[in-house]
């Protein structure tokens, strides 16, 4: 008789164990404890939506089934009181993520040591920055090659200034090799090839992933074999690959002179840094002018006082959260369509971020006061205006200093990026010196931005120290 009676009770373990057998979390239900009922179906169900739409391991359908056995012991254990600990659904559930997240991301560390060449023939030239180096002269010559042949192609040789180029072809496709010649260059000292489409775009030509070289012998002569590359991108002929452009193919030759200066790329790199510091100084100022009052007006304890003031609060910490929600980069983009290429399109885009994250963290520091002096400022009966001035300000000022100088730490960073979207800055020159190969000039610019960071950090780091 117990017996039957306590298997006809609602809230046994084997009606608990039952429902949740037929049902993920029905059997928690039973029981009333409704939250962890609904962890677990939910649970269930988004592992199983989750494997069912990712599709390639149906091996992954074990984690809901896990899940669904561990919520039938969890509910035959609930009625007395002792539920399960969480860690094995956990556990199902991080090793799924885990493992589906591995697969999507086609992680195969055994590229990293397939790849090691052309890891070498990149990383080598960034060793050696190129930012300083021996004074040196320079010349350049340079052949007109039509890509792709016509009717009538150019003859495939050139002279200029004593300078002379012959090509074995005039003309040829993207991917044909062609044998160039020089004569009366300077002897011993080393020439980069180069290649030039129709609107002046260059790049370096490449061999195995790195730059071509040639060394004139001691007349000044020398002969190279190349490989025509694709560089109709970009001037208006895409569509039409077969139309013959005429391109060039040059010679760029150094010499030192004696003595050390600055390189076209180093200099370069030291404008570009410049720039990206001015544009996230003026971009930092600007944004603190607005983000000031706004986190003010999204701080709860200060607007609470009236429905209008609840109702600005929640207008202005809506929209905060929106605005920081894009990202800067995303931002860039639209200001460069509407603005056009340059820093002012970078500096509209930070300083658009910077003032609703500003605002954000103005408007906690403001939440978390003293209510202390605002209480007695408004026992006086103060204005809202009056509160916040002598009982808000003062408490905030040294948080405030703070935050600034940590934004504008990190819109030096943020300014480096915008850059490869054409907002200006140090970034504009690393993406196209990584689209030309230029990887000497890219270590130059990792150099002087990590040596920028560092110091930024270092000082903002020692003045926050002292301000708060």
């Given at each position: ?338 603005v056009g290429l340059g820093p002012f399109a970078g500096m509209l885009a930070i300083m658009v971020h910077s003032v609703a994250a500003l605002a ?109």
């Amino acid at each position: 008789m117990t017996s039957d009676k306590a298997d006809s009770d609602p809230h046994s373990p084997v009606l608990a164990a039952v429902g949740s057998a037929l049902i993920p979390g029905l059997g928690q239900f039973f029981v009333g404890r409704w939250t962890r009922g609904w962890g677990i179906l939910v649970a269930v169900a988004a592992s199983a939506g989750l494997v069912s739409w990712y599709g390639e391991q149906p091996l992954w359908y074990v984690v809901p089934a896990i899940i669904w056995i561990w919520g039938v012991w969890d509910a035959s254990t609930e009625v007395d009181g002792a539920p399960r600990p969480l860690l094995i659904p956990v556990i199902a559930v991080l090793a799924m993520f885990y493992g589906i997240g591995w697969q999507v991301t086609k992680i195969e560390l055994s590229t990293l040591t397939k790849n090691i060449d052309r890891a070498s023939a990149i990383l080598g030239p960034m060793i050696r920055p190129d930012f300083v180096g021996p004074r040196q002269e320079f010349q350049q010559a340079f052949v007109t090659i039509e890509v792709p042949c016509s009717a009538n192609p150019p003859p495939g040789e050139r002279s200029d200034d004593g300078l002379s180029l012959v090509a074995s072809a005039g003309c040829g496709s993207a991917g044909d090799e062609l044998v160039v010649s020089g004569s009366s260059f300077w002897p011993g000292a080393s020439a980069e090839l180069w290649w030039e489409d129709t609107i002046g775009e260059r790049q370096h030509l490449l061999s195995g992933g790195r730059i071509v070289v040639v060394e004139p012998d001691a007349q000044g002569t020398f002969s190279s074999t190349i490989i025509i590359p694709q560089m109709r991108s970009g001037t208006g002929q895409e569509a039409n690959l077969d139309q013959p452009l005429p391109e060039r193919f040059l010679v760029i030759q150094a010499r030192p002179l004696g003595g050390w200066e600055f390189t076209e790329n180093g200099m370069r790199v030291l404008n570009g840094i410049f720039e990206t510091l001015s544009l996230a100084l003026v971009a930092t100022t600007l944004s603190l002018i607005a983000a000031i009052p706004l986190g003010f007006l999204a701080a709860r304890n200060l607007m609470d006082r009236t429905q209008g003031g609840m109702a600005i609060y929640f207008v202005v910490r809506t929209v905060l959260n929106f605005v920081r929600s894009i990202e800067p980069l995303i931002i860039a983009i639209v200001f460069v369509v509407v603005v056009g290429l340059g820093p002012f399109a970078g500096m509209l885009a930070i300083m658009v971020h910077s003032v609703a994250a500003l605002a954000k963290l103005y408007s906690e520091v403001v939440e978390s006061v003293e209510p202390g002096p605002i209480e007695a400022v408004q026992a006086t009966g103060a204005s809202w205006s009056e509160v916040v001035r002598y009982g808000v300000v003062p408490q905030v000022i040294p948080a405030f200093t703070a935050f600034t100088l940590y934004r504008w730490d990190i819109n030096v960073r943020s300014s480096i990026i915008i850059g490869f979207v054409g907002g200006g800055g140090i970034g504009v020159w690393l993406f196209q010196w990584i689209i030309l190969a230029d990887y000497r000039a890219v270590g130059a610019a990792f150099v002087a931005i990590a040596l920028v960071v560092i110091v930024l950090d270092h000082a903002s780091s020692r003045l926050r120290e002292r301000i708060i």
